[in-house]
């Protein structure tokens, strides 16, 4: 048993473990993918895979890509070390509101606290309100949490509406992003042998996620390709990354839309089998829509 | 004329741009590439863009992928957005230190500030430190500079021994990142048209960069790189990128060992651009070794 942010006793086989503190946008993805489970913040990415490998945590959300910023790599790093299966994923929509304890008016604000990255991406709000200090915080949900604990009346955070609703704060303002197309892609893991699903579900179309190495050769991609492309099988992501200790070289991450049960697919994961070094198949799952 | 750091007038023919605080990563880069270049540290990676667009600064320093965090997609959009020309690139092994003013000894250092990114590519040095707090800050370079403003005895920073030197602050302790194998690649940009080398040298490996888009539709990408494969050019990178305003539709970087003035590159882009939406030649630029 765990215990919770308010000391109740929890059951660990309804547990999802995400990087970051409450109200941190993996949890927005959890409150999604696994909306009966109550939600373990945990301080690094390395830990979340940890807590589910050592079943700690029955399941784990983390985030996967972003568009204006790409992969979370260290994830895809992971992703690779530890024997987890992806089991669902969702598209989140980063939007950062101004946020400050109850009370507080917009014209008191000369300091907002975030993370980096998120006071980055509002750079058109600093333009336009000169005399506010950026402040760079740890967490953008930990802005929300600190500025509550200090009560300060001079600061704000930029964080999630879903950080200003746990903490009690409120929104000055909605969506002060540079950016709406600012989506993050985040999966559900679980453990080997703990797959929900099992057969694919009538009118569901699933994405099946594989990671391979090739030898560096030229065409050695190409070759990898063709497993899926003379199948008519439709590639929706491709992510190289150098190989650890092995200086050009690379592993090669694909999502395609198939169920790993179709024959189809399981022809092109023998192929595939056949060309590659290595290969694994990282999850089999629904394919979500923005 | 620009003005320097120390008010000296200085050429706009020999300017580099870089973005981030004297002493950051990029100025290192900047120093391989452009030697006899003076560098000028802008605040944000579109100005360094900007920068060498409006003919303020001659070229402009950059970096586009790192090896434990993976690519800069912010420089890739901007490479698509302002029409220079890749003309070099290096990678640096980022070295983190931690740095205090002369004097300070290691026993008084309870506070160490740097950008969050180095805090925790540095995690090993906390763990074995418990009592040091770490504290965000907006740039590695920059909390250099602050400690030695401020003249603090109680804290040091994280930065490159150049942000050091710079400042005339020292190394306490010589890189304490956690993970060896990280490497920035940088790119040295150009307006078009002020291409330093004509054909290729003699004994020099060439890099080609391309960007392209396909319709998004099963095999777009294996016949995108059948152009090259089957004319045995050896990509070295391939990244994708969701197009923005056009959710599922993808932008490819490829790079390649070849130069553009070969026979064999030239007929594979002329085959690119039979099957592509859009491309374009993003540079060419001899190839470096890590």
């Known amino acids: 048993m765990l215990k919770g942010e308010c000391g109740e006793r929890i059951d660990v086989k309804f547990t999802v473990a995400f990087q970051g503190e409450l109200g941190a946008f993996s949890q927005v993805a959890a409150s999604r993918l696994a909306p009966d489970y109550t939600p373990v913040p945990v301080a690094a990415f390395e830990q979340v895979f940890e807590s589910v490998a050592n079943g700690k945590c029955a399941a784990a ?55 980096p ?87 569901i179309r699933y994405k099946t996620s594989v990671v391979f190495s090739m030898r560096n050769m030229p065409g050695a991609l190409f070759r990898a390709l063709s497993a899926f492309a003379l199948r008519d099988l439709n590639l929706t ?6 190989l650890r200790g092995k200086p050009w070289d690379y592993l090669f991450y694909i999502d395609f839309i198939g169920h790993t049960s179709d024959p189809v697919t399981k022809h092109a994961l023998g192929h595939l089998a056949e060309l590659a070094d290595m290969w694994r198949v990282l999850g089999c799952y629904p394919a979500a829509g923005k």
């Open 61 to 115: 959300v983390i985030p996967i890509e972003n568009t204006l910023h790409g992969s979370v790599h260290e994830n895809y790093d992971h992703l690779l070390r530890y024997d987890l299966q992806i089991q669902g994923e969702t598209f989140v929509r980063i939007v950062h509101n101004l946020i400050a304890p109850p009370g507080v008016k917009r014209s008191q604000i000369h300091r907002v606290y975030s993370h």
């Open 117 to 203: 990255v998120a006071l980055n991406q509002c750079r058109h709000f600093f333009e336009a309100n000169p005399s506010v200090e950026r402040t760079p915080f740890y967490d953008t949900a930990g802005s929300v949490k600190m500025l509550m604990e200090k009560d300060l009346t001079d600061s704000a955070a930029i964080a999630s509406a879903t950080a200003a609703q746990i903490y009690g704060a409120k929104i000055l303002q909605k969506s002060i992003e540079d950016d709406r197309e600012n989506y993050t892609r985040f999966f559900l893991l679980r453990s080997k042998g703990k797959e929900t699903s099992s057969g694919p579900a009538a009118g």
């Open 237 to 242: 992501k491709i992510e190289s990354r150098p």
